[in-house]
């Protein structure tokens, strides 16, 4: 039956050489294959030549090759383009590029929802629906990157953020496949600061993540000190401050140059005053680091606000100061409605608290 078979997207390299070791034939053929995958975007069988029939015939006896369907695409006044994709195992995710003059960036979805409930954050005010497959998460990059027409001389995604919607490392068991076939010169080639895991601050998983691969890491702090951390990142009554600080300069540690991203969106009169930044400073100060600000992006059924200008250029001066380079990230794509705060990817709701899902990405 169909519905047994192993799907070759989302297989690793050390996946695929089992499965070809299986079938009594060499390892190499891992590479062979994932090269005509994401390399040439060969999504048929009948594609891959340079196999031969029988081995083709082979294959699709325990194996399918199944790639995202681009539903629609909608492309912005500033070249941000925003795809809604459709897998068969239902609910459209959405995934967003973001060109800038040196570099393109995919943000990418690793959940349809969210369990952990951050009080500024759409996705989490939807609930938690179910986690995307590693061949859904890649396969977003694999639908951008053949869209874009991208080849090894011709690269236009340069970076892959997993800011999309979800938690990554709620997922990590699908999402570190995925991540390896990004790394993979035969998957996407991407250098390993290139690729960004952000987390609310999954302690545990930090450690882990350090252990099985090296990619970036962004952390979203949004407070600096427990008790309002606690109000709007619950996952902080079970990893503090200190002991998720602790797992980010243990993270990187012994890797050269590395930098933890913390992420902190501001919220008018909540977490945006100059004391903030402050005590902000004063906790990061030994930690390698840099801070990306993001003015908060309302939705919906959400009482908070965006900071006004002013408060978020006095936070950046004040972050500036210490020397710890700070970024406010900008609005891009909010015409087509792919702005933080603003995709929505329709799905079918099993939590039933809603018809459609807000998704934000950087
Ligand atoms: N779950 C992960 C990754 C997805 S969220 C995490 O929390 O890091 C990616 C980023 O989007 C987070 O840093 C979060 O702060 C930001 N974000 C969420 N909702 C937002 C909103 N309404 N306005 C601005 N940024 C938002
Ligand atoms: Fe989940 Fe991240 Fe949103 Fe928090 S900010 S609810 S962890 S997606």
Known sequence: MKDDKINLLGLDRAALEKLFAKIGEQKYRAAQFMKGLYHHYESDFDDYTNFSKLLRSKMQQFSTLEVPQVVSEKKSKDGTIKWLLQMKEGNAIETVYIPEKKRGTLCISSQIGCSLNCSFCATGAQGFNRHLTTAEIIGQVWVAAKELGQSSKNRKITNVVLMGMGEPLANYARVLPALKIMLDDYGFGLASRRVTVSTSGMVPYIYQLKDDIDVSLAVS??????????????????????????????????????????EYTLIKGVNDKPEHARALIKILAKTPCKINLIPFNPFPGNDYQRSLPESVELFQNICEKSRIVTTVRKTRGDDINAACGQLAGEFHDRTRRSNTIKMRVS
């Open 221 to 262: 702090l949004h407070a600096p000190m427990d008790l309002l951390r606690n109000k709007l990142v619950p996952l902080n009554k079970k990893y503090n401050i200190e002991t998720l600080l602790k797992a980010c300069k243990d993270y990187v540690k012994d890797k050269r140059k590395a930098k933890i991203t913390f």
